[in-house]
């Protein structure tokens, strides 16, 4: 019989919209404008065309400003970076999201970097790494400020704590990582190469995992009454983790949907909205 407490992001997630709509609507009181968030898509990959008419309209129930900008398949580096860099000069825009992946000819590092610090609400700037990793002022990476947004809702104790990370990108794993550290939790990554996983997680109190691999966690490799973070997000609304049997197992878990994924969008907007209080400022 399952006994793990579902950490559902839905509630969690509107809780963080309605109040960056209230922001918002401060804002464009105050100033005569909604904050704005413009979204760059390279390519037409229908998953990411779907992503960002869902970002979209999350927007505009947010009362900010959607801004799409459409590159064709055929952009190169350069023209990406200039698209992005005219964009971090626009005092108009207050956020701005690329769409990921970009095509194979783009350098996605290269346009990451071009957005302004200022402006890089959706944490995926090497400066906003380093703000997370020295516990500095900055945006972070959407998804790692969910994960830690529902883990102190959840009243999560991770001081002291021993934390697995499985998976390394640089806008999840890595940041992911730093942000449990800051919260003084003890921090293990694990990834493709790291030897009998099962029994580095048999360690965890807590366990992140963005493998990217549908129901690579299996029940018996976690701690009983570890607390489990599903960031994966697979074709047919699977997670990284085979939910029955870590529910079995674990005493927290965050269900695939309705977990980590509302949250990522509610703090991408949260984010808009601080940007823009801060550019006003």
Not at 11 to 32: C, I, M, P, W, Y
Request: net charge negative; charged share 20%; glycine share 10%.
């Amino acid at each position: 019989m399952a006994h793990a407490r579902l950490m559902s992001g839905n509630e969690l997630a509107k809780q963080t919209v309605d109040d960056a709509a209230n922001r918002a609507a401060v804002f464009e009181r105050e100033t005569g404008r909604c904050p704005c968030l413009a979204t760059v898509l390279i390519g037409d990959d229908p998953a990411s065309e779907t992503y960002v008419r869902m970002k979209q309209n999350r927007c505009r129930q947010a009362g900010i400003e959607s801004r799409s900008v459409r590159l064709p398949a055929t952009t190169t580096t350069g023209e990406a970076v200039e698209c992005i860099t005219t964009l971090s000069g626009d005092s108009g825009v207050d956020g701005i999201l690329v769409q990921h992946p970009v095509p194979p000819q783009v350098d996605e590092r290269a346009v990451f970097e071009a957005i302004a610090p200022s402006k890089d609400v959706d944490g995926v700037t090497m400066y906003s790494f380093a703000a997370m990793a020295f516990g500095e002022p900055g945006f972070v990476s959407c998804t790692p400020g969910g994960i830690m947004r529902l883990l102190d809702a959840y009243d999560v104790e991770l001081a002291g704590t021993h934390a697995v990370v499985i998976g390394r990108s640089p806008i999840l794993g890595k940041p992911v990582g730093m942000l449990l550290l800051a919260q003084h939790a003890t921090v293990t990554y694990c990834h493709s190469r790291t030897v009998d996983l099962p029994s580095v997680l048999r360690e965890a109190d807590l366990v992140v995992a963005a493998v990217g691999t549908p129901e690579f966690v299996r029940g018996d490799w976690l701690k009983p009454g570890a607390v489990v973070v599903d960031a994966g997000y697979n074709p047919g609304n699977i997670g990284d983790v085979h939910f029955a049997e870590a529910a079995e197992t674990a005493s927290l878990l965050t269900p695939v949907p309705g977990g980590i994924g509302p949250m990522t969008i509610a703090v991408l907007l949260s984010q808009t909205v601080e940007a823009a209080g801060r550019h006003r400022s």
